[in-house]
């Protein structure tokens, strides 16, 4: 019985390099949305260029904001893919040598689930901004009820980055009080 109970405790500490399909996969999607942020701000470029020495067509006011946005939050959630996957292989596999040299700040210093969450969170929350700021855009108010609609979009917005702030502050109060007493 002791036997199969250390084959099977093996299997299991060796099942963690199962998150190596997660971290590959994560990383392979955020170098893609790293890419496609990129051709967008390019492609805005160009257009902006062509328009301003009379080639180009479109008007560059009509989109060159909201596809500028748009490409901010490519790159978000490519961020959002990246600190995951960094975060669960350190969580998982082993520490990332180079990142424990350059301190505690850095955002692949993840030491637990709920600080992997807490990042990936304030990302994903930053990213659900920039698409508000990209759909208030272009919006064309029809009554002065949608204005008011807008308005308490952007406090609940505001209170939420808020709410978040303290929430985060309170942590980092707690961690440095816990390590003072150590």
């Known amino acids: 019985m002791k036997q ?3 084959i099977l405790e093996k299997i299991l500490w060796n099942s963690r390099f199962l ?3 997660a971290v590959v ?3 392979l999607g955020s170098l ?3 890419i496609v ?3 967008d701000i390019f492609k805005v470029a160009r257009m902006t260029f062509e328009y301003y020495i009379g080639k180009g067509g479109q008007d560059i ?3 060159i904001i909201t596809d500028i946005i748009l490409a ?3 790159y978000l959630v490519a961020v959002v893919l990246l600190i995951f996957g960094a975060g669960a292989y350190r969580l998982f596999i082993s520490p990332i040598d180079e990142s424990e040299e350059s301190g505690i700040a850095h955002p692949f210093n993840i030491q637990t689930f709920d600080e992997l969450k807490d990042k990936i969170v304030r990302v994903v929350i930053l990213a659900v901004i920039i698409e508000f700021f990209r759909a208030v855009v272009d919006i064309r108010f029809s009554t002065p009820l949608d204005a008011i609609y807008l308005a308490l979009s952007v406090l609940a917005l505001a ?3 808020y709410l978040m702030n303290i929430n985060h502050n309170s942590k980092n109060i707690k961690k440095d009080d816990s390590s003072s007493s150590d």
Request: no cysteine; proline share 0%; charged share 10%.
């Open 32 to 34: 893609v949305l790293f």
């Open 61 to 63: 006011h009509e989109f």
């Open 25 to 27: 996969s994560s990383l």
């Open 72 to 74: 901010v939050d490519i």
């Open 19 to 21: 998150i190596l399909i």
């Open 159 to 161: 209170a939420s980055v």
């Open 4 to 6: 199969f109970e250390t």
């Open 37 to 39: 942020g990129t051709m």
